[in-house]
């Protein structure tokens, strides 16, 4: 459930009319609801709590969206963060997210960042290889301590809503295999830079399925009892991330509490410390990018396009993974439907969020809001064509502030510098 509903004829953020953020603001602009956000939260700790899985460490995960509103909205309600970089672990510091509640992923951690991560106390490093987990232990005991780690398998089974998001087959870059994890493991509890806690896994996203989740959680199972009867301790599995979200015309996925009532079955009766990654299954639905029409541009031939003030710079999911975005007009129109192509300005033929829709009769300066766009959405923007970096706004209830305002031109050409011999 989101908090974007039609209110008084036209489509609102909560009670915040998204026409009068379009106004003060200007467009494109993406637009987040503090309510969903929390409402995403809330439903999916419940669900994992009411399964008796105790009380997990839900660590965001930060790539989602990492705006640093929306981390504090969610380290508020006791979220932790899921970082990949020293970046997002500067954003989640920033947020007020506790170092100890910071899980630090990705599988190619430099020494540096590896430093950085000891020096603030981050809670887990999960750590993706062999050559890695050295590298981490050499920086931790350069510093006279030692590293918390957990080591990252890859349970090799097929997940995830696109080729270019699935993560957990023995093919992908990510983690290493369970005779591999079991080796590493015990080599690790017997080295003075690192103190082995726990094994994760993270298998893909946007999966709507439970079944390649629970072939991969039964495979962790095995692997945490293996290596405790080897006499080793596992205090903590983490479980990633990845449940899916519903998108226009994709799969309904899996309900949060399907999902904690199959991790409560393939746990039953081990004594174990819950982390879980979630991103898009928080942020997805609790934002939206606001585009105006530009322009009908209509061939002779019929084919109609609608171009937007929104490219493929400010959400690039549909250029990138085929993603399908509901696009909803602000204010409905009677009278029969069209067909659109709904395209941005960018000169690549990429720039297309998508063909042959059929959606109700457009006109130039209508506002229309793309649905699903609060994960990997402004993370992912750039400014492509020298067009300005996308601003972001939150609301709560009847309030609205800009949480990342949009720069000036000149800002942008502040950022560059000549070279001597110009
Ligand atoms: C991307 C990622 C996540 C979050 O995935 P979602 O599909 O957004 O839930 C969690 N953990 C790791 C290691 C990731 O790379």
Redesign the pocket.
Known sequence: MNHFEVLNGELACEVVPLRAIAEAVGTPVYVYSTATLERHYTVLRDALVAEGLGNPLIAY?V??NSNVAVLRTLGNLGAGA?T?SVGEIKRALAAGISPDRIVF?GVGKTEAELAFALDVGVGEINVESEPEMRLASTVAQAKGTRATIAIRVNPDVSAGGHAKISTGKSDNKFGVSFSEAERLYAQASNNAGLKPVGVTC?IG??ITELAPLEQAFTKMRGLVERLRAEGLSVERLDL????GVPYFNMPTPATPADYAAMIARTFKGMDVQFAF?????IAANAGVLLATVQHIHERPEGRKFAVLDAAMNDLIRPAMYDAWHDIRPIKARTGASVTYDVVGPICETGDTFTRDREMQALQAGDLVAFMSAG?YGAVMSSEYNSRLLVPEVLVKGDQFAVVRPRPTYQDMLDRERSAPWL
């Open positions: 995960a790539k989602a899921d990949v992923s993270h996203s946007q990633g991330g990845g449940l990654e979630p991103g898009r299954v994960a």
